[in-house]
């Protein structure tokens, strides 16, 4: 079975962030701009020609960051499941701002 079916549109997606982002008490369209502009929504994806090392998951969480989003939660996370993406990247955003993503952000700007 393809893990992707798990959210039949890009609509039940937002609905998992947005109901995540309510829990962190962070503005919905703020973690939304970073997920669109990191994954496109896409949550399986992630930088195969890296292996992965460049990010996987919504919010393109780097493996360095995984580790330590599992010392925070003292529990093993995984990047593709989105619920452990969501959280790791929303206690970034929580605790430290857009800080993660204005270094690799590029050109689009993720201010909200």
Same mark, same amino acid.
Not at 11 to 14: A, F, G, L, R, V
Not at 21 to 25: L, P
């Given at each position: 079975m393809d893990p992707r079916s798990r959210f039949a549109s890009e609509? @039940? $997606? &937002?609905w998992l962030i947005v109901a995540k982002?309510? &829990?962190?008490?962070l503005?919905? !369209?703020?973690?939304?701009?970073?997920?669109?502009? &990191? !994954?496109?929504?896409?949550?399986? $994806?992630?930088?195969?020609q890296d292996q992965c090392e460049k990010?996987?998951?919504?919010?393109?969480v780097i493996p360095s960051t995984e580790i330590s989003c599992e010392t925070h939660f003292g529990?093993?996370?995984d990047m593709k499941i989105p619920e452990d993406?969501? @959280?790791?990247?929303?206690?970034?955003?929580?605790? @430290?701002g857009i800080r993660h993503w204005e270094?690799? !952000?590029g050109p689009y700007n993720i201010k909200d």
């Open positions: 609509t @039940d $997606i &937002e982002v309510k &829990e962190y008490g503005r919905p !369209s703020l973690a939304l701009k970073i997920i669109n502009n &990191e !994954s496109g929504f896409k949550w399986w $994806i992630c930088h195969q990010g996987g998951g919504l919010f393109q529990r093993v996370m993406n969501l @959280d790791c990247g929303l206690w970034l955003l929580q605790t @430290d270094t690799w !952000s």
